[in-house]
């Protein structure tokens, strides 16, 4: 869904200063940029609301030195691009999304503990149904920029994507794999035991 909503003059100072420093209050953005704190809180309020500011914490992708791959996927019709998009977006380990125009029709980009871990959850791609990876380019370990990981997802013994329990999954077994991040059966470090 586009969200045309043009930004004002205040929505875009109110930005500048929340990119600077993302933990301003209410008091230090009216200081900042003299203006009032019921019109900042008003703003703040409908970027919020219109999903074009967004406020996320999680941890650092880039930090905790995990290793990204964006993978290339041809979904073979409507239904499949449907399935395979809401079993992506529900990955823990899928950090983006895309749809893009010719064979490769979807491209996902996700991140593992290892890579070990990401090679497995790629291989779990190539198991939907409909859906062949065209291609696969591993981008490896963040060097600039950051990416959050969500870590907020509620802890289950079914994986997300509901594809098959870990506990069952040879490459978990084998440990070629940590395991889904929001399953109880998840053995690396963003979990204490």
């Known amino acids: 869904m586009r969200n045309n909503k043009a930004l004002d003059k205040i929505d875009i100072r109110i930005i500048e200063e929340l990119s600077q420093n993302p933990r ?10 003299k203006i009032s704190r019921p019109t900042i809180t008003t703003h703040i309020k409908n970027l919020i609301d219109s999903g074009l500011l967004i406020y996320e914490a999680g941890l650092s992708l880039r930090t ?7 993978v290339a ?6 239904q499949t691009r449907i399935d395979t998009e809401d079993c992506l977006s529900h990955c ?4 983006h ?3 893009t ?5 979807i491209h996902a980009f996700c991140w593992g503990e290892d890579d070990h871990t990401l090679t497995a959850i790629i291989n779990t791609f190539r198991s939907m149904p409909d859906t062949e990876v065209i291609s696969t380019l591993y981008l490896g370990h963040p060097i600039f920029g950051d990416y ?3 870590l907020s997802k509620e802890i289950s013994k079914e994986t ?34």
Do not use: H
């Not at 905790?64 to 964006?70: E, G, I, K, P, S």
């Not at 996927?73 to 409507?78: A, F, G």
């Not at 125009?101 to 029709?105: D, E, M, Q, T």
């Open 73 to 78: 996927l041809e979904v073979k019709n409507e």
């Open 160 to 193: 997300p994507c509901r594809k098959i329990l870990c506990k069952e999954c040879q490459t978990y077994l084998n440990g070629d794999c940590l395991g889904c991040p929001s399953t109880v059966d998840y053995k690396g470090p963003l979990r204490v035991v």
């Open 101 to 105: 125009p010719g064979k490769a029709n």
């Open 24 to 33: 301003s209050t209410l008091t230090d953005l009216a200081t900042n940029t």
């Open 148 to 150: 959050i990981i969500d």
């Open 97 to 99: 999304i895309f749809r």
């Open 64 to 70: 905790m030195d995990f290793v990204t791959a964006l």
């Open 92 to 95: 823990p380990r899928v950090k």
